[in-house]
């Protein structure tokens, strides 16, 4: 797994609670990245983060948050959680010779 | 980002060369292209990475013609372990960093692999 942790790695939650998902790298990458994974979607962008408190948008932000106060982890915020949202999320850190490297996956589901 | 068109599903035999093509028609000058491999539970891996022309390592080659609106990846002689779903990725680096990219995955292609 490259050093990148995701905890948890399963979640059950109600609707209208707050969730957040953690992602921890021990090789000091600058860049790191959260992805949802659907059936019939595949792995869709939902935000990225390019250093400490540098954060951007990815193709499905809306009703997701993040942060990063530190270089090794990056926060993944679901405000108030719905059932839309249930899904597998994976975070990434990229490098330049290999591209991408993801963690295990954390499932989320929302009931 | 770049919208990649790949087959949704593909059947081989154990021994076969098989070859998936992706479309990215509206590949940016600064668009790299990169290949990625899922199991199932499992975050997708590298498998290779090209610009233009044939890049060749141990697990795979990529063919990108000239005009960069297509690339195939080619798996040699597959095996049952190589079913999976396979992803072309178009993306540009980040503010010209070597290391960032934000790379849209899409919908892969399910590589079936039988006896």
């Known amino acids: 797994d490259a050093g990148i942790t995701q905890s948890p790695r399963h979640k059950v939650t109600e609707t209208g609670t707050p969730v957040t998902l953690r992602c921890h790298q021990t090789?000091?990458?600058?860049?790191m990245y959260w992805y949802r994974q659907d059936p019939g979607h595949g792995l869709r962008l939902i935000h990225y983060?390019?250093?400490?408190?540098?954060?951007d948008k990815g193709e499905v932000s809306d009703g997701y948050s993040v942060s990063r106060s530190k270089t090794e982890d990056f926060l993944l915020t679901l405000e108030s959680a719905t059932s839309s949202q249930t899904s597998v999320y994976f975070c990434?850190?990229?490098?330049?010779?290999?591209?991408?490297?993801f963690g295990s996956g954390t499932r989320l589901t929302v009931v | 980002l770049a919208k990649t068109t790949q087959p949704i599903s593909m059947d081989s035999y154990e021994g076969q060369e098989v070859n998936i093509t992706c479309s990215h028609n509206?590949?940016?000058?600064?668009?790299?292209i990169t290949w990625y491999q899922q199991f199932p539970s499992q975050g997708p891996r590298f498998i290779i990475q090209?610009?233009?022309t044939k890049v060749t390592n141990e697990v795979a080659s990529l063919f990108i013609p000239a005009d960069r609106k297509s690339s195939t990846l080619s798996l040699p002689r597959v095996s049952l372990s190589d079913t999976a779903v396979y992803y072309c990725?178009?993306?540009?680096?980040?503010?010209?960093?070597?290391?960032?990219?934000?790379?849209?995955f899409g919908k892969g292609t399910s590589l079936l692999v039988t006896p």
């Open positions: 990434a850190i990229s490098r330049e010779t290999h591209g991408y490297t």
């Open positions: 090789e000091n990458h600058r860049y």
């Open positions: 983060s390019y250093g400490v408190k540098d954060t």
């Open positions: 509206n590949i940016a000058t600064n668009d790299y």
């Open positions: 090209g610009y233009k």
């Open positions: 990725l178009v993306g540009f680096r980040i503010w010209n960093s070597n290391s960032g990219y934000a790379l849209n």
